[in-house]
């Protein structure tokens, strides 16, 4: 089992920034990558960005490369992402997950445990 816990969301302004921070236990391996997410009313799971656990290998969806900034501590079990000049349109819930997979990691699908979420909204 793996535990993920989110936390970091909060109501801000637009041109504000965040960093959202995700903290893993449990059966945390070496060979895990961990993802961000997001989900707003009505809309389909969005992929945001991942990294590798080991080796730093980072992933970005189109939408966010160069806004958000995903990294790790990995003495702290910890993913960050850190979202620049949000937007309205970045309002939505912001989770989580880990995969075991190497390749294809936009895909939720290819995710197995989720954490809760936690909720940014970004008003106008």
């Known amino acids: 089992q793996v535990q993920l816990v989110e936390s970091g969301g909060g109501l801000v302004q637009t041109g504000d920034s965040l960093r959202l921070s995700c903290t893993a236990s449990g059966r945390t391996f070496s060979s895990n990558t961990l993802g961000w997410f997001r989900q707003a009313p009505g809309q389909e799971r969005e992929f945001l960005a991942a990294?590798?656990?080991?080796?730093?290998?980072?992933y970005y969806a189109d939408s966010v490369k160069g806004r958000f900034t995903i990294s790790r501590d990995n003495t702290k079990n910890t993913v960050y992402l850190q979202m620049n000049s949000l937007k309205p349109e970045d309002t939505a819930v912001y989770y989580c997950?880990?995969?075991?997979?190497?390749?294809?990691?936009?895909?939720?699908?290819?995710?197995?445990?989720w954490g809760q979420g936690t909720q940014v909204t970004v008003s106008s």
């Open positions: 997950a880990r995969t075991l997979a190497v390749q294809a990691v936009e895909g939720a699908n290819r995710y197995d445990y």
């Open positions: 990294i590798s656990w080991t080796g730093g290998r980072t």
